[in-house]
């Protein structure tokens, strides 16, 4: 008997992490709908069974191109290029140049094995070139970086400056990261849990980070209707759901913690800008005036292309661009409960907390 197939099945309820800006005062607005702005699809995935198992099988690309035969690109039924499926973003090669590969776009082949080497066999499980020599909250078994160079053989994840570095920072750029500096300095990193990141908080990893290899669940799952595309991310299971009908962008007064999305189809290419992000996201320094232009384009039965380019003139000097190919993958995204596990940001609040108590004090409460 054949498995049923997934089913998908659109609703519509009310945005529920978004923030209304009125003439500059921002009120938080997780919980409900701004009253100006129109109710969103939010995309509820009921995945039918794929029988008993588990059997988690990233590491396996999806079907190539039988021997002899051209590779065709797969449509849907409404004659769009077929991005859907899972892909696995996992890559060794860092996101700047590293200054041993100065003025060289591409590795070696024997460098890249060379590399791949040290990924494999570095004990803590980070890349090559981490510069953290500190203990991960994670173990070492949850780490999955990723051992292998992208297949260009690039020297890192930045195609754009042609040096492969993240451009310097702006004198707007340059100043508020003083500013985040000196506030950092006068208060405790976990005074409260608004200190930490949203990642930590499990709220968000934001864009373009949940774009990029990450740690582990690195996958990203994508789904097409004729008026819109979905992006799942397993990290934080994030969802974007892209308008590709040509309606516009929400107004500049709602804000939202991944911007508003908008596609359309340049030739075989999914081009998707975004825009309107919360002030208080933040990628880099990046937040409110952050712009993002990707591009999604298959170039074989296993490889989908992706490419990012970052525009903010209020902290970069130029815009920049990443790009690296994604592989498919017949595994499944798995649920990330990131709330129900959470234990990290508990015990750093805790033990925060525990050094601020003074030794009399400690010894009134072992007392009692």
Sequence with gaps: MNPEPARIAVVQTPIGVAEWEDEGAEMSNRSRMPKTASTGAFLLLLMAAHGAGQTDTRANPGPAA???????????????????????????????????????????????????QRAAERPDGRPPGDPRVTPSVHPVWWLDY???????????????????????????????????????????????????SLWERCITRGLPEGMLPGPYNSNLQILQTPDQVVMLTEMIH????????????????????LGDSRGWWEGETLVVETKNFSARANYRGSAGNLHLVERFSRTDAATLDYQVTLSDPTTWTKPWTIGFPMVKTDGRVYEYACHEGNYGLRNMLSVARASERSPAEDAARKRD
Excluded: N
Aim: glycine share 10%.
């Design 66 to 116: 039988a021997p002899g035969k051209a590779w065709i690109l797969p449509r849907t039924a409404d004659g769009q290029p077929d991005l859907q499926g899972v892909w696995d973003m996992r890559s060794a090669t860092p996101l700047e140049r590293p200054d041993e590969y100065a003025g060289r776009p591409f590795l070696t082949d024997e460098e890249a094995a060379a590399f791949e």
């Design 146 to 196: 990723g051992r292998k160079v992208v297949g260009t053989k690039r020297t890192s994840l930045i195609v754009d400056p042609p040096d492969g570095k993240i451009p310097p920072l702006a004198a707007e750029g340059r100043q508020r990261l003083a500013d985040r500096r000196a506030a950092a300095a006068s208060s405790g990193g976990a005074d409260s849990w608004e200190d930490r």
């Design 238 to 257: 994030d969802a974007r759901i892209v308008a590709i009908d040509l309606r516009p962008h929400v107004s500049g007064g709602v804000r939202q913690w």
